[in-house]
């Protein structure tokens, strides 16, 4: 059986560019109620089975816009923690680990946080759990990092290729999977 991932990222946050935010909870920019109406407005073609969301109130404020009030919470939906960098500007950062996981973010994890891969392991799980469950369609309110992971894992793209034209804020994406 074919089951439909519709992936939504939250839409612009107020913080400055340059700046490790993964796991916060920060606050969304003043353009919100225009980029979730357009957001809601691409999502009214599907019917939805099930909708899931990142615990962090970017995630859960955006579906609750687009009238999805009481999702299944799922941490397996948050961004990539970046640990000690959490709200730190790059420039910033004096971890001498820094350097070695811009060589290698795919297997190198920010001090006190997760790698690219560890991310991808979590969202693998919980697509696991999600076929088994059978659904015909599904919702993820979630971030940036999953709808990368997504196009790795699910549509072939290398994370350099995925990274290079990163999902913009807003962006709904759908995947079949089997």
Known sequence: MTMK???IRH???NVARG???GHSDVDLASSFPEEAAAVKSALSAYKFDKVYCSP???CRRLAAACGHESPVIDSRLLEMNFGEWEMMRYDDITDPRLQEWFDDYINVAPTG??????QQARFLNLLEELKEKGDN???????CGILV????TLRGMTPQEAFANPPAYGTVMEINID
């Open 19 to 21: 700046i490790c935010y």
């Open 5 to 7: 991932i519709v992936l």
């Open 149 to 152: 992971q997504a196009l790795v």
């Open 113 to 118: 946080g997760e790698s690219f891969m560890n």
């Open 11 to 13: 839409t612009s946050v």
């Open 56 to 58: 962090l109130s970017r």
């Open 137 to 143: 369609c599904v919702a993820l309110f979630t971030h």
